[in-house]
C-alpha cells in the first residue's frame, strides 16, 4: 500500500461524493418551484440505493474475473467476499477503490432523472434505479473500468482491452451511457404538458450556479482521482479538467452573444458542464492547450445541441441528451485527434490522434466505443421503462403534474408559498 495514493483517493473520493448533491442544486435550480423537492429527491434516492446493489454484485460483475468475451465480471465478489481491510488494489486499499468506482455509479444513473423531471413517480423511478444499474451500467462498467491484471491473473471489459479505446475517467460510461438511457426514458415517459407552449424557466439561477460550482469542485477527484495514484497523470488530468470547464463557460457564452448578444448565467453554468462533460474521458490523453480546444467545441456543440429535442420532438427536462451525450461523444471522439504521443505512451494502451501522428486507427476505436455503449444503453433502458410503464405507470396523472409533484409524491413543498400545491408555472 502506498500512503500518498491512498490519501489522496480517499480525498478524491469524498469530492466525488459532493457531485450527488451538487447535481441536485444544479437540477433543483433548473426547474420549476412546485418539482424541485422530486428532482433533488432523486438524486439523493440514487446515493441511498447504489451501495446496496454495489456491495451485493454490483462491484464483482462489475470488477471481477471476466467470464467471457469481455462482457460481464464473474461472482467472486459478490457480497465484497474475500476483501478485507488488507485487500490491496493496485496501491491502494480495495475499499477505497470500491466506493470511489461505486460513486461514479451513482452520479450516471442520477443524471438520468433530469431527462424526466416535473412528470415522473417516485416509486417508478425507485424501481427502475436498481435495475438500470444492474442490466445497464453494471455491464458497461466492466467494459470500460475493468483492466486486465498486469500478471495475466485476471480479464477485464472488452473495451479497454480488447478494443483499446481511451476513456480516462467515463466519458462511455458515464457520459454517453446516462445520456443515451435519459433519451430513451424522456421518449417512454412522454412529453410534460404544455411543452413548447408554455417556457418552463428555472425558477432559482441561483442554485443551479451553485450546483454548477460543486460539480465542477468534485469533477477534481472524478477525473484526477481515475488516475488512482497521486502521480503526474492525476495532476495532467486535474490542469485539464480546469481547462475545458473554463473553455466550455466561453464557449457557450460566445455562442450567445452571437446569436442573442447577451451572455446568460444559465448558459454559462451549463458550459461549464459542457466542459467538464467532454473531458471527461480525455482528462488523461490531450495536452493543457488541448483542454482549451475540447472545452470550447464541446460548449458551442452542446449549447446548439440542447435545441434538437424540438426538432426531434423529445421532451428531455432538463437537457442530459444536448449536455452529457453530445458532451460525452465530443470528448470520447476528440480524443482520435488530440491524444498525444507521450501521454498515450504513459497510459500504456491505445495510439496517439491523427494530429499526432497516430492515423485513423485510434479514430476508429473510440467510434466503436462511443457506438456500442450509446446503442446498448438506449435499447436496454428503453425496454427497462416500457416494462415499468406498463406495469406500475412510470408517469403521474395530469391533475398532478399541473397542481404539484412534490405535494402529491412527497407530501412536501420546496417554498412555503407553494404549500398544498401550486398552479404557478415558475
Known sequence: MDAGDTAWLLAATALVLLMVPGLAFFYGGMVRAKSVLNIMMMSFYALAIFPVVWFLYGYSFAFGDDIGGGLLGGAEF???????????????????????????????????????????????????????????????AHWVFAFDAPDGSTRGGWITNRLHALDFAGGTAVEINSGAAALALAIVVGRRIGWKREPFRPHNLPAVLLGAGLLWFGWYGFNAGSALAANGTAGLAL????????????????LEFIRDRKGTSFGAASGAVAGLVAITPSCGTVSPLGSLVVGAVAGVVCALAVGMKYKFNYDDSLDVVGVHLVGGLVGTLIIGFLATQANVATLGYGSPGLLYGGGSEQLIRQTTAAVAVLAYSFVV?????????????FRVEEDVEVSGIDQAEHLETAYEHLSGGSTLGA
Open 239 to 254: 490542469i485539464n479538467t480546469t481547462g475545458s470547464g473554463c473553455a466550455g463557460v466561453l464557449g457557450w457564452l460566445a
Open 78 to 140: 459478490v457480497g465484497l467476499n474475500g476483501i478485507s481491510p488488507e485487500t490491496l488494489s493496485g496501491t491502494i486499499p480495495a475499499y477505497v477503490f470500491i466506493v470511489f468506482q461505486m460513486l461514479f455509479g451513482v452520479v450516471t444513473v442520477a443524471l438520468v432523472s433530469g431527462a424526466i423531471a416535473d412528470r415522473a413517480k417516485f416509486v417508478a423511478w425507485m424501481v427502475f434505479v436498481p435495475v438500470w444499474v444492474t442490466f445497464v451500467y453494471v455491464p458497461v
Open 381 to 393: 433502458t428503453y425496454m427497462i421503462g416500457l416494462a415499468i410503464d406498463k406495469t406500475i405507470g
